[in-house]
C-alpha cells in the first residue's frame, strides 16, 4: 500500500491526465506507473474513465490510515464542496443558566432562531438539533419549524462528538456543524459556504474569554492543531468559534476512530484536527467577524449590549452592490473580474473584502456623520505618510472628497483582539512600532485636538435635540480641570501620532510584520494619547500597562507619566462616548458601548481629581 499512496495522492489532488505525464510526475518508469493503476484498481481504491482517475471511498479510508502512519498530508476528499445539511449541537448545559443557552432570549430572538433563519437563508433547510439539556422545552420552541431531532441522552457524560457521532446513520451528506449556544453575523456561514473548501472551520482572533479553543495553522492555512491550552500552542494563530463544515469522508473517518474511542468527554474538533493529518482541513479566517459564546452571564451581557447590535447594524448596512460599483468605478476594471465582495465588519465605516485578479482588497464605505467627523485629506496624506514609513499597509485608492478607500490586504494576516494585544511579544512590536511613529521626522499637516474634537461631536448631538448622558454638565466642568493639569502641571507634546488605537487595527502577517491601520483620525498630538488608547480599548490591567509602557520607554515609569496617561484615558473615554451619542443619534445602535465609556471615564476622573488636591 505505502508503495503506491504517492500516485494516489496525485490522483488525489490532479485528476485528469495520460500515464507517461504520471511517470514524469512521479519520476518512475512507465510500466511500473501502469503497474500501480492495476494494483489500485483491483483493490477498488481508484475509479477510472479515459485519462480520468478518481479515488474511490475505500481508496480515501485506506489512504487516510496511511498517511496519518506515515506523517505525510493532505488528502482532498473526493466529496463536492455542495452543503445540504447542518447539525446544531445544543445538548449541553451552561453554568450560570436554568435555560438551554440556544434558548436564552437577546434583544427579541433566541441563538438557535437566529441559527436557524441563518440556513435557511443560505439555502440550507435539512436542519439537525441534538438535544440533551431540557430536550422537551428545546422541541416545544421549535415546534413549527422543519427540524430533526436527535438526543443525547448522557450529555452530561459526554463531550461534543458523542452527539455530533448520533447523526451517523442518518446524515450521508457534507454538512455545517454548529455549536448551538452562538450568536454570529450570517457572513460567517456565508463566508465558509464559499470558501472552495470541502472541509473547513472558521477561526477569528483571540478573545480571551477563558474558554478558547486555540488554532494553529501553516501558511496554507491548513489545521495544525487544536487545543484548550495555550501552553501546547507554538503560534497563536487564532481560536475556533464553533462554526465547521465537514465532508462525508471525514465525517466517516471520524466516526471510524470514535469507534475505538474510549474517551467519554472527547470533543469533534479534537478528532477533526487528527483527521486533518492526512485530509485538507482548512481555516478560514475572520478577523473582524463579530460573535459571542454564551458560555456564562458575562457573554450573554456582551452579547445584549455590543455584539448582537453591532451585527443587526452591520447586516442593515451590507452594501455589497453599492461596494463593487464603487470598486469598478475607482479602479476602472470589469465588473466581471470581480469574483467575491464580502462584508468586513466596521464601527465608524463599512468595510467589504473584495476578490479579484487573484488578489484580496479592503473597499472602506464611510459611515454617517464621517464626512463632518473626519477630514479625508488629512487621512489621505497622513496614511501615505505612514505607507511610506512602512507602518500602513499600502492603499491603492482612497478619495479624499467621498473617504472611499481601497487597500491591498495582508496575506494570511491576523489581525489583532484586545485578548492578544496583551501576549507580551504583541506589547513589544506594538510599542516598537509606537516609538516609529512618535519618533519619525516627519510632521502630520494635522493635529488631533481633544477639546476642538469634543466640541464637534457635542455640536452634532445638539443639532439633533439628542439627550447628553446623566450628570454630563457638571461632569464636563471636571473633564476641564483635567485638561488644564495636563497643559500646567504634566505638560503637553507634538508628535506624529495614529489616535486611533483599537486592537483591530493592528495586523499581524504571515511573516510576523506588524501593520497599524486606518488613519481617520491621526494628527500631530501628544504620545500618551496613543499610549492610553491603546491601554483603554483593550482593556489593559495594572500590570499589562506597566509592562507595555516599560517596553515603550525602555525604563519603569514615572508616577507623572502614570498619572499622565490615566487622564489621557478619562479623556478618552469622554470623548468616544459623546461620538457615540452623536452617531446613535443619526439612527446606528451602539449598545451600552457609550454609556459604559461615560462611566469608566467619570469613574477614574474623580479618582484623579481626588489624588490631586
Not at 432562531?113 to 440550507?124: A, H, K, Q
Not at 461631536?457 to 464636563?476: C, G, I, M, R, T
Request: glycine share 6%.
Amino acid at each position: 500500500m505505502i508503495k503506491i499512496y504517492p500516485l494516489l495522492k496525485m490522483i488525489n489532488n490532479k485528476s485528469s491526465f495520460t500515464q507517461r505525464d504520471l511517470a514524469n510526475e512521479l519520476h518512475i518508469s512507465l510500466g511500473t506507473v501502469n503497474s500501480q493503476i492495476r494494483e489500485a484498481i483491483q483493490k477498488g481504491l481508484i475509479s477510472t474513465e479515459g485519462n480520468h482517475y478518481e479515488l474511490t471511498e475505500v481508496g480515501i479510508n485506506e489512504v487516510a490510515s496511511t498517511l496519518i502512519t506515515e506523517k505525510e498530508t493532505l488528502l482532498k476528499p473526493a466529496d463536492n464542496n455542495k452543503v445540504t445539511t447542518a447539525v446544531i449541537l445544543a445538548a449541553g448545559k451552561a453554568q450560570d443558566f436554568e435555560m438551554p443557552a440556544c434558548l436564552l432570549p437577546i434583544n427579541g430572538e433566541t441563538p438557535i432562531d437566529r441559527t436557524i433563519s441563518i440556513l435557511n437563508y443560505v439555502g440550507i433547510s435539512d436542519i439537525y438539533v441534538v438535544l440533551g439539556y431540557q430536550a422537551n422545552e428545546v422541541k416545544a420552541h421549535l415546534a413549527n419549524q422543519n427540524i430533526h431531532f436527535l438526543e443525547n441522552s448522557q450529555y452530561e457524560e459526554t463531550g461534543t462528538m458523542a452527539s455530533l457521532a448520533l447523526i451517523k446513520n442518518v446524515v450521508k451528506q457534507n454538512t455545517l456543524v454548529i455549536d448551538g449556544d452562538l450568536v454570529y453575523e450570517r457572513m460567517i456561514v456565508e463566508a465558509l459556504m464559499d470558501s472552495g473548501f470541502t472541509d473547513g472551520i472558521i477561526t477569528t482572533s483571540i478573545r480571551g474569554s477563558g474558554d478558547e479553543a486555540f488554532v494553529d495553522f501553516d501558511n496554507q492555512n491548513n489545521l495544525i492543531k487544536i487545543s484548550k491550552d495555550i501552553r501546547q500552542m507554538n503560534r497563536l494563530s487564532a481560536e475556533m468559534i464553533g462554526i465547521s463544515k465537514i465532508s462525508v469522508s471525514v465525517l466517516n473517518r471520524m466516526f471510524d476512530i470514535y469507534e475505538q474511542n474510549q474517551n467519554p468527554w472527547l470533543n469533534y474538533e479534537y478528532l477533526l484536527q487528527q483527521v486533518g493529518t492526512s485530509f485538507e482541513v482548512k481555516c478560514v479566517l475572520m478577523s473582524n467577524a463579530a460573535w459571542v459564546d454564551l458560555d456564562n452571564q458575562k457573554e450573554l451581557s456582551k452579547a445584549k449590549s455590543y455584539t448582537l447590535p453591532l451585527i443587526k447594524r452591520n447586516e442593515m448596512d451590507n452594501q455589497i452592490a453599492y461596494a463593487k460599483e464603487q470598486i469598478v468605478k475607482a479602479l476602472k476594471i470589469d465588473s466581471n473580474s470581480i469574483k467575491k465582495v464580502t462584508f468586513a465588519g466596521g464601527m465608524t465605516n463599512t468595510n467589504y473584502e473584495v476578490e479579484f485578479d487573484d488578489k484580496n482588497y479592503f473597499i472602506r464605505i464611510p459611515g454617517k456623520w464621517t464626512e463632518v467627523m473626519i477630514n479625508r485629506k488629512n487621512e489621505t496624506k497622513n496614511a501615505k505618510t505612514a505607507s511610506d514609513l512602512g507602518l500602513n499597509v499600502k492603499t491603492i485608492y482612497i478619495n479624499d472628497q467621498t473617504g472611499i478607500k481601497i487597500t491591498e490586504s495582508v496575506h494570511n494576516g491576523v489581525t489583532l483582539s484586545s485578548r492578544m494585544v496583551k501576549i507580551s511579544n504583541n506589547l513589544a512590536d506594538i510599542a516598537h512600532t509606537l516609538n516609529e511613529l512618535h519618533n519619525a521626522d516627519i510632521t502630520f499637516e494635522n493635529s488631533f485636538i481633544f477639546l476642538k474634537e469634543w466640541k464637534e461631536y457635542e455640536d452634532l448631538v445638539e443639532e439633533q435635540n439628542a439627550s447628553f448622558y446623566p450628570n454630563y454638565e457638571q461632569n464636563k466642568s471636571n473633564v476641564l480641570k483635567l485638561v488644564d493639569l495636563l497643559k500646567n502641571k504634566y505638560g503637553l507634546e507634538s508628535q506624529p501620532c495614529h489616535n486611533d488605537l483599537v486592537a483591530e487595527n493592528f495586523i499581524r502577517s504571515s511573516t510576523g510584520r506588524l501593520y497599524l491601520i486606518d488613519w481617520e483620525y491621526s494628527g500631530m498630538n501628544d504620545p500618551f494619547w496613543d499610549l492610553a488608547a491603546l491601554c483603554n480599548e483593550s482593556e489593559l490591567n495594572d500590570t499589562e500597562e506597566r509592562e507595555f509602557l516599560v517596553k515603550y520607554f525602555g525604563r519603569n515609569p514615572k508616577e507623572s507619566e502614570i498619572t499622565k496617561l490615566q487622564i489621557f484615558k478619562v479623556l478618552q473615554d469622554i470623548l468616544w462616548s459623546t461620538w457615540t451619542v452623536a452617531k446613535e443619534s443619526a439612527g446606528e445602535d451602539f449598545g451600552d458601548y457609550g454609556i459604559n465609556r461615560y462611566k469608566r471615564g467619570v469613574s477614574v476622573m474623580e479618582g484623579i481629581l481626588e489624588n490631586e488636591k
